[in-house]
């Protein structure tokens, strides 16, 4: 399967790699995070995801949701069993609660440089070589620090909650 190319083979726009990602492996919606520090993941591209969650999951802390337990594992996770979610499985997390995978995309080092989550319309259950093909699709990312939209604006441009105030 061809994942879309800039001209000459330079990175392409995370969007649109994205959402081909989403398409391909029948999810219903999906995120990309890049790794903002030693604990955090920043989100930098969504598909589908209601504006609510886009909000609350911009930035993804070490053990938080399936997400951040795969970015503290380093590994694969999937509460694509056949069932429905385990609470205890994960801590609460903002993304929503069906069948989902996070996917950790390592550097040369073998630490992981980004995440695509993707979450699935149903509840199902994966196979691991179905898990497999998806790490290995989610590995042709490339990710370059020029070009990309910020992950997330700085704080003094964020609107203040009048409730708050």
Not at 54 to 70: K, P
């Amino acid at each position: 399967m061809e994942y879309p190319k800039g001209q000459g083979g330079e990175e392409v726009e995370v969007d649109a790699w994205l959402m081909k990602f989403v398409r391909d492996h029948r999810a219903f919606s999906g995120i990309v995070f890049e790794r903002g520090d030693s604990d955090n993941l920043l989100m930098i591209a969504a598909c589908n995801l209601p504006p609510i969650v886009v909000a609350s999951a911009r930035v993804v802390f070490r053990g938080q949701g399936l997400a951040g337990t795969a970015f503290e594992r380093n590994a694969a996770l999937s509460t694509c069993t056949g069932r429905t979610r385990v609470s205890r499985f994960t801590p609460p997390s903002p993304l929503p609660p069906e069948c989902a995978v996070a996917l950790p995309i390592p550097d040369k080092n073998g630490e992981v440089r980004a995440l695509v989550y993707l979450v699935f319309p149903e509840f199902k259950r994966l196979r691991d070589d179905e898990l497999v093909l998806m790490l290995d699709r989610a590995a042709t990312l490339k990710l370059g620090r020029s070009g990309l939209p910020q992950p997330w604006p700085p704080q003094a441009q964020l609107p203040l909650d009048p409730l708050l105030s």
